[in-house]
């Protein structure tokens, strides 16, 4: 069963890239984009030569600062970056010289220990919040790392509970005692409800799904959620209803998982100001909103980029990229266990199938993904030249919510974590995939 599950695991994963523009390489067949060479010379070029500061990880580090992959981390206002080290059950808490201050909790089932933590929220009194799926519940720690509370996502227990608690991101509610949260990705969604159909009861029911927000208040003994905003949803066909003698069965669990993929399907982009305000992206234009928990839009800042129409070249295009990508991402079933390389062929047929038959939206969405800096400003990423390359240029806005230019796409990346006085937090990855934490300082005028 424990392989089935690592198969499942890994099919959700994929299953959440594919309809997505994946990352593939340039097409020579596909023409280029004809807006691009206009629109470019709109932009305001900014330099990406940030001063580095200091290193947290590699194949040297100290045992603390020896990470599996990239994880969950944020900043306080004195500068800490709170690092979720969930391959050792710990949060790592290092300061802005990459020196140590602490660790928090371990591996366990207790109150204060981890099983199976995903993510970190951090406010900026230095109080933080972990999303622990084993436990299904959020554990609160003090701004000392002292365990403050447990509290339940739900009433439900096991996987079904897993599954239906699990959010996409969240965001740490400034000055309050509460989170705000994406709703669960469509496939742990799906999951929920075909575990739901099989065994009866269920877990914390989501308010709103990946394309929407609630605030989950964290003061009592169990999650209390609140629907703060949804985003534009598009029209998807329903997937056909399990068999129960599929229930059990991996490979059609996985086709059901994946059915009614769209390819280039808008992102919903978001992040939390300073000051509370909700910034969103969740259409294929440039049309970044903003508004407060539970309010109406009250500002849309734009650029002159139209999103590109979804022509049959690029249809087929990325058919054929997220096939090369998934058996990569699957690799050989070989290594994986006499049970999964049994299932694997299966699986496999059935995901490929389901690549094959995706349906396609109308548009290429330009924007790709949005972060809000520490001052209240923002870092909103492009695509690139490609219609499936999320690696584009990053334009950069003001507090006041002015354009301040762009970073060209070839060096820069948005940041991890943004912290105070312009550092900031990036992800890398050497040869051998060993990770470093490496913080940097920006300039003044992106901050």
């Known amino acids: 069963m424990q392989t089935s599950i690592h198969a499942i695991r890994n099919a959700i994963r994929n299953s959440l890239r594919i309809p997505a523009a994946p990352p593939i390489a340039a097409a020579a067949s596909l023409a280029s984009i004809a807006l691009h060479a206009p629109v470019a010379a709109q932009d305001r070029p900014l330099s990406e030569d940030f001063a580095e500061i200091c290193r947290i990880g590699g194949t040297t580090a100290a045992e603390w600062a020896f990470f599996e992959g990239e994880s969950s981390i944020g900043f306080d206002a004195a500068g800490n970056l709170h690092i979720l080290d969930d391959g050792a059950g710990r949060i790592v808490v290092a300061d802005s010289q990459c020196e140590l201050v602490r660790t928090v909790g371990r591996k ?4 204060g220990e981890f099983n199976q933590a995903t993510l970190l929220a951090v406010w900026r009194d230095g109080r933080v919040a972990v999303m622990d799926l084993g436990h299904s519940a959020y554990q609160v720690f003090g701004s000392g790392g002292e365990f403050e509370r ?11 509970a897993i599954f239906s608690g699990m959010r996409r991101a ?6 309050g005692e509460a989170l705000i949260a994406q709703g669960p990705p469509a496939a742990a969604q799906r999951m929920s409800a075909i575990l ?8 914390q029911e989501a308010g709103v799904d990946d394309r929407g927000l609630e605030r989950l208040a964290l ?4 999650v209390s959620a609140t629907p703060v905003l949804q985003g534009w949803q598009p029209t998807r066909e329903a997937a056909d209803e399990l068999n129960p003698a599929d229930m059990t069965n991996p490979t059609a669990l996985i086709g059901n998982m994946m059915d009614g993929q769209y390819g280039f399907e808008p992102g919903f982009h978001w992040d939390l100001l300073p000051d509370g305000t909700i910034v969103w992206s969740d259409s294929t234009a440039y049309a970044i909103k903003f508004a407060s928990p539970g309010g109406p839009v009250s ?6 980029f139209a999103p590109e129409p979804v022509t049959e070249p690029i249809r087929q295009q990325l058919i ?3 096939l090369v990508e998934m058996e990569e991402a699957l690799g050989d079933p070989q290594g994986a266990g006499e049970m999964a390389a049994a299932l694997m062929p299966g699986m496999m047929a059935t995901m490929r199938k389901s690549v094959e038959e995706m349906k396609f939206r109308d548009e290429v969405p330009v924007v790709r993904r949005l972060k809000a800096s520490w001052n209240g400003g923002l870092w909103v990423q492009r695509r690139g030249e490609e219609p499936w390359d999320d690696d584009g240029p990053i ?3 003001g507090p006041e919510r002015n354009y301040v230019g762009t970073f060209d796409a070839t060096n820069a990346r948005i940041p991890a974590a943004f912290g105070p006085d312009g550092v900031v937090a990036y992800w890398e990855f050497d040869e051998l995939d060993v990770p470093t934490i490496v913080l940097m300082r920006l300039p003044e005028e992106v901050r």
């Open 108 to 111: 366990g089932e207790g109150p």
């Open 150 to 160: 447990f509290v339940r996502m739900g009433t439900g227990q096991g996987p079904i």
């Open 170 to 175: 969240i965001r740490a509610e400034p000055g």
């Open 196 to 203: 739901a159909q099989q065994f009866g009861g269920g877990g």
């Open 219 to 222: 003061a009592g003994d169990v």
């Open 299 to 304: 500002d849309v800042v734009e650029r002159p």
């Open 320 to 322: 054929e990229r997220s």
């Open 395 to 397: 334009d950069v806005f």
